[in-house]
């Protein structure tokens, strides 16, 4: 992990709220003027991803003080529960799209215009180059609400997709299908609410310190092995807080050396794990006689 990555989550953060803000606009102006309830719903969404973008800023910014009296372990884990609350406003986009829907799908209005869908295209397309660029930084930062956010713009892009098909079914079949689009809203809410538990079960896992690390105790016990005086290695535990990984390692020695020695191979040991692996924060290192 880069030593920048708090900045790197922070500037991906702040190209969504620019990116969702445009979008949000485009796509309830495209939706009013263009008879297309799945834009206007589109456009919703794209509101709550802003405050939801928001959110997360806020939390990466939090996450960042450093560990203090009350907080020794520092305040990473902010960052899952304002995971929660990101996936508390895709819920409630999702059910307020929904009751829209069923509302529309109910009223005779007049088809999508034609135009709408080259509104779409463009969206769709820039949608999924947000994902990517997004879900890049949280894979390099190790930020699950920034893998929220990335998310964010994936179900943004499935809604889009999904308004492209109702209004292309509406316009080609004419007359009668003019409640297409909203049944294409319909089904993108059901979506955005499936995709709610996929980003809400990793942040949960999180906070319940859940055993989810096994390539990174390979690597912290490889690594252990190539410290001067460390024979081999037992229990490890790790759990995750913001971008940071907490571990605790039983680490095997001589027997017969000194408590002096051991500590001076702890130390080493626990300098060189964080050197090598720069998204570790505490260690704690419990030394092991060799029986």
């Not at 088809?111 to 994902?131: M, N, R």
């Not at 509406?170 to 993108?188: Q, R, V």
């Not at 059901?190 to 949960?204: G, K």
Request: charged share 20%; aromatic share 10%.
């Amino acid at each position: 992990m880069k030593p920048n990555t708090h900045q790197i989550a922070i500037k991906a953060t702040y190209f969504s709220i620019f990116s969702n803000t445009i979008l949000a606009l485009a796509k309830w102006l495209a939706g009013f003027f263009g008879n297309s309830y799945a834009l206007i719903a589109d456009s919703i969404e794209s509101t709550t991803d802003i405050l939801a973008s928001c959110l997360v800023l806020f939390g990466l910014k939090y996450a960042n003080k450093p560990a203090d009296k009350n907080h020794p372990y520092g305040h990473g884990r902010i960052e899952p529960l304002i995971t929660f609350l990101v996936v508390g406003f895709l819920i409630t986009s999702a059910v307020f799209i929904a009751h829209e829907s069923i509302i529309n799908i109910a009223t005779p209005h007049e088809l999508p215009k034609p135009w709408t869908l080259i509104v779409l295209g463009a969206i769709i397309i820039w949608k999924e180059v947000s994902y990517r660029i997004v879900i890049k930084k949280s894979k390099e930062t190790n930020s699950s609400s920034l893998k929220a956010d990335a998310w964010h713009h994936r179900s943004d892009a499935i809604t889009s997709i999904s308004a492209f098909i109702g209004i292309s079914v509406a316009l080609y079949f004419g007359k009668g299908y003019e409640s297409a689009d909203d049944w294409a809203a319909l089904f993108a809410s059901f979506f955005i609410l499936y995709n709610s538990y996929l980003i809400f079960r990793p942040a949960l896992g999180e906070i319940m310190d859940e055993h989810v690390y096994d390539d990174l105790i390979l690597n912290i016990r490889t690594e252990s092995l190539k410290v001067n005086g460390v024979i081999g290695t037992e229990k490890c535990f790790v759990r995750k807080a913001g971008m940071k990984y907490h571990i605790d390692l039983h680490a095997i020695v001589d027997a017969n050396m000194s408590v002096k020695d051991g500590h001076a191979i702890a130390h080493n040991l626990k300098d060189t794990l964080r050197h090598v692996i720069p998204e570790l924060g505490h260690v704690l290192i419990h030394i092991e006689p060799n029986e």
